[in-house]
């Protein structure tokens, strides 16, 4: 049973990139969300999603676009990588009652 | 928005010792949850919890869900080595399909 599966586990982009970061999930769960960790910062939600077709803006999702096609699948975009969004990201898929499972994270570094 | 408020940042423990963190929110939560990250790995969960009052152990970690919903604690008795790492709470609120939130996390660190 692979949980969260996350792809690359590590990238460096030069500013102005663009790329998808990878998360698919195979335990039939509703709810899907992308977190960013940076130091000192915790994890701070960018998007999730309640459902295939559902899709929602979290704290910090300036920069970042995301869709929901099927229940596994919930890829991140960026469209236009800043040096701002250098960072560790992490995907995460729970059920309703909150109790959320991770990925391993992609650590990116944009130059 | 909703924010946690997670104390203290860091520890410096002795091995054997007994630790203690919080989590305080100005918002209710109809969910809490406990976590802990190893270095390079994502957030494993460790305790959820789910009723006002409610406490709950895993091993020689304990959990409360504090009587307001607006708070929670994290006890681990008797550390150990492997018990080195960030401790994150997280909540979710009452709102149907409500996201979760997570506090800056608590690093622990235990002295040889």
């Known amino acids: 049973n692979a949980g969260v599966t996350q792809t690359p586990k590590f990238q460096v982009l030069k500013t102005g990139q663009s790329m998808t970061l990878q998360c698919a999930q195979d335990?039939?769960?509703?709810?899907m969300s992308w977190y960013r960790q940076d130091p000192g910062m915790g994890l701070r939600l960018i998007h999730y999603?309640?459902?295939?077709?559902?899709?929602d803006q979290g704290e910090v999702p300036n920069g970042y676009n995301v869709s929901r096609s099927t229940t596994e699948d919930f890829p991140l975009r960026l469209l236009s990588a800043a040096p701002s969004q250098t960072s560790v990201y992490f995907c995460?898929?729970?059920?309703?009652?909150?109790?959320?499972?991770f990925g391993q994270g992609t650590r990116l570094t944009v130059v | 928005g909703q924010q946690l408020n997670q104390s203290p940042q860091s520890m410096f423990i002795q091995e054997g010792e007994d630790v203690s963190m919080n989590c305080t929110s100005s918002?209710?939560?109809?969910?809490w949850l406990w976590y802990k990250q190893d270095p390079g790995e994502g957030p494993v969960l460790l305790i959820a919890?789910?009723?006002?009052?409610e406490l709950t152990s895993n091993g020689r970690l304990t959990a409360q869900f504090g009587i307001t919903r607006k708070d929670s604690f994290l006890n681990i008795s008797a550390s150990i080595p492997s018990d080195v790492g960030i401790y994150f709470c997280?909540?979710?609120?009452?709102?149907?399909?409500?996201?979760?939130?997570f506090g800056k996390g608590t690093r622990l660190h235990i002295l040889p």
């Open positions: 995460a898929s729970s059920r309703p009652s909150g109790m959320a499972f």
């Open positions: 335990m039939n769960h509703e709810y």
């Open positions: 999603s309640v459902g295939a077709g559902i899709t």
């Open positions: 918002s209710i939560f109809n969910t």
């Open positions: 919890l789910y009723k006002a009052g």
């Open positions: 997280a909540g979710q609120g009452v709102v149907r399909d409500d996201k979760i939130i």
